[in-house]
């Protein structure tokens, strides 16, 4: 976040604690990625998210205010420290989407596929430091959550209407075997629960993030849960009409053209697209590659008693 976290929240500096969780809640209601897939909307909500992350603490609103601290804390980013320590007022704690520590929130993602989570916690001169600077006489007293993974996944079209298995490299080493589900979205994030880092203590491993991008087809395209397909036809199926064979995401399929089609009309081929979604079909009439005598001499006849003017109907003057 860089800026007014109280402008991201649509608040003035005034605003209570209840007006500040109200504010984020609406946010996140219409502008979390697994509900808004906008760019502009994940913006919204990745500002709000740390805004109310800041605001929700009254230490660190106080120091804030107060100037003692900018607007992302004085932290630093991709670190998360279990709840007691994050909490601790002479302890910086990193940016999340701030939902994970509040049980007032929890409802608003509770049933969300692709949840967001906050960077794990390391332990280190960056992070809490010795467990002895902490108060702690034992190494296992001190309890700290695993670092949370996060991976950018390309996969193909294919993949991703049908689902599949991938497998990723994690950092520390050796392979995860990924199961990708049946219609995940371009942008979709995929949470692999405690398929992150290692955790201290009893202190539970971090979780690994999966953003997902799909490849373009050649052939289809995707709108939802609906697949386009542009069908090149003959000018005698597009005259004479006549059942051809149409690839679908499930094998292909026949389809039957109606007599007299144009280029750009449309057919539906129902439940044929992702998850109960449909294909449509757009006719596309193509010449043959060379035009023969045969049937150069067959349009000459015909013209002569079946002329007809296809532009007759533009507006504009021709």
Same mark, same amino acid.
């Given at each position: 976040?860089?800026?007014?976290?109280?402008?991201?929240?649509?608040?003035?500096?005034?605003?209570?604690?209840?007006?500040?969780?109200?504010?984020?809640?609406?946010?996140?209601? /219409?502008?979390?990625?697994?509900? /808004? *897939?906008?760019?502009?909307?994940?913006?919204?909500?990745? $500002? #709000?998210?740390?805004?109310?992350?800041?605001?929700?603490?009254?230490?660190?609103?106080?120091?804030?205010?107060?100037?003692?601290?900018?607007?992302?804390?004085?932290?630093?980013?991709?670190?998360?420290?279990?709840?007691?320590?994050?909490?601790?007022?002479?302890?910086?704690?990193?940016?999340?989407?701030?939902?994970?520590?509040? @049980? %007032?929130?929890?409802?608003?993602?509770? %049933?969300?596929?692709?949840? &967001?989570?906050?960077?794990?916690?390391?332990?280190?001169?960056?992070?809490?430091?010795?467990?002895?600077?902490?108060?702690?006489?034992? *190494?296992?007293?001190?309890?700290?959550?695993?670092?949370?993974?996060?991976?950018? +996944?390309?996969?193909?079209?294919?993949? $991703?209407?049908?689902?599949? =298995?991938?497998?990723?490299?994690?950092?520390?080493?050796?392979? +995860?075997?990924?199961?990708?589900?049946?219609?995940?979205?371009?942008?979709?994030?995929?949470?692999?629960?405690?398929?992150?880092?290692?955790?201290?203590?009893?202190?539970?491993?971090?979780?690994?993030?999966?953003?997902?991008?799909?490849?373009?087809?050649?052939?289809?395209?995707?709108?939802?849960?609906?697949?386009? +397909?542009?069908?090149?036809?003959?000018?005698?199926?597009? #005259?004479?009409?006549?059942?051809?064979?149409? *690839?679908?995401?499930?094998?292909?399929?026949?389809?039957?053209?109606?007599?007299?089609?144009?280029?750009?009309?449309?057919?539906?081929?129902?439940? &044929?697209?992702?998850?109960?979604?449909?294909?449509?079909?757009?006719?596309?009439?193509?010449? @043959?590659?060379?035009? %023969?005598?045969?049937?150069?001499?067959?349009?000459? =006849?015909?013209?002569?008693?079946?002329?007809?003017?296809?532009?007759?109907? +533009?507006? #504009?003057?021709?």
């Amino acid at each position: 976040m860089a800026g007014d976290p109280y402008e991201a929240l649509g608040l003035k500096k005034t605003a209570s604690d209840a007006e500040i969780k109200k504010a984020y809640r609406k946010i996140a209601k /219409n502008d979390h990625p697994d509900l /808004n *897939p906008d760019p502009a909307a994940t913006a919204r909500f990745k $500002a #709000a998210s740390s805004a109310y992350d800041l605001l929700k603490d009254p230490e660190k609103r106080r120091r804030f205010d107060a100037g003692e601290i900018d607007d992302q804390g004085q932290e630093k980013p991709q670190r998360r420290y279990y709840r007691e320590h994050a909490e601790a007022a002479d302890n910086p704690y990193s940016r999340s989407y701030g939902f994970e520590g509040d @049980p %007032d929130l929890s409802d608003v993602f509770s %049933d969300l596929f692709g949840r &967001r989570g906050a960077a794990g916690s390391g332990f280190g001169d960056g992070g809490f430091g010795s467990y002895r600077s902490q108060g702690y006489e034992n *190494p296992r007293d001190f309890h700290v959550r695993g670092q949370d993974y996060r991976f950018n +996944l390309e996969i193909d079209f294919m993949t $991703a209407a049908k689902g599949g =298995k991938t497998r990723i490299s994690l950092p520390e080493g050796g392979d +995860l075997d990924v199961t990708i589900p049946k219609g995940v979205r371009d942008g979709q994030t995929i949470r692999l629960k405690g398929k992150g880092g290692a955790g201290m203590g009893q202190g539970g491993p971090g979780d690994a993030y999966l953003t997902i991008s799909i490849a373009p087809h050649p052939d289809f395209q995707r709108d939802g849960n609906n697949i386009h +397909l542009g069908l090149p036809i003959t000018i005698y199926e597009a #005259a004479l009409g006549g059942k051809v064979r149409v *690839p679908t995401i499930d094998g292909t399929v026949n389809l039957t053209i109606p007599a007299g089609s144009n280029t750009g009309r449309k057919l539906r081929l129902k439940g &044929r697209g992702i998850n109960g979604g449909d294909q449509t079909v757009e006719l596309k009439v193509v010449m @043959p590659p060379k035009v %023969d005598d045969d049937l150069t001499e067959f349009m000459e =006849k015909w013209r002569k008693d079946h002329s007809y003017d296809p532009r007759s109907e +533009l507006k #504009a003057e021709v």
